[in-house]
């Protein structure tokens, strides 16, 4: 199984970025996928899940109305949107599949 994340970088409050995950190594279109965030100093947490058929979406709280998960089944991808980034969205961003599978994690600078 491999994950690999890109789309991270610095951006101003208020900005969006996209951040997306390639897969490989398994069937994709079988499993859940997720991203998780973590920040300095403190534990990774869950950010937003997708079902293997995209039918069905969960968000944080700290992120509902801003964040958008999706996938593409054909190019075997996962996506976080993220809109009306803030300060604390500061952290780096991970995906996660099956067989307790990560990937290497991109970087998300808010600042101004």
């Known amino acids: 199984v491999q994950l690999v994340e890109s789309g991270g970088g610095l951006v101003q409050p208020g900005g969006s970025l996209r951040l997306s995950c390639a897969a490989s190594?398994?069937?994709?279109?079988?499993?859940?996928m997720k991203w998780y965030r973590q920040a300095p100093g403190k534990e990774r947490e869950l950010v937003a899940l997708i079902t293997s058929d995209g039918g069905m979406k969960n968000y944080a709280d700290s992120v509902k109305g801003r964040f958008t998960i999706s996938r593409d089944n054909g190019k075997n991808t996962v996506y976080l949107q993220m809109d009306g980034l803030k300060v604390e969205d500061t952290a780096v961003y991970y995906c996660?599949?099956?067989?307790?599978?990560w990937g290497q994690g991109t970087q998300v600078t808010v600042s101004s």
């Open positions: 996660r599949g099956p067989f307790n599978s």
């Open positions: 190594g398994f069937t994709f279109s079988n499993f859940i």
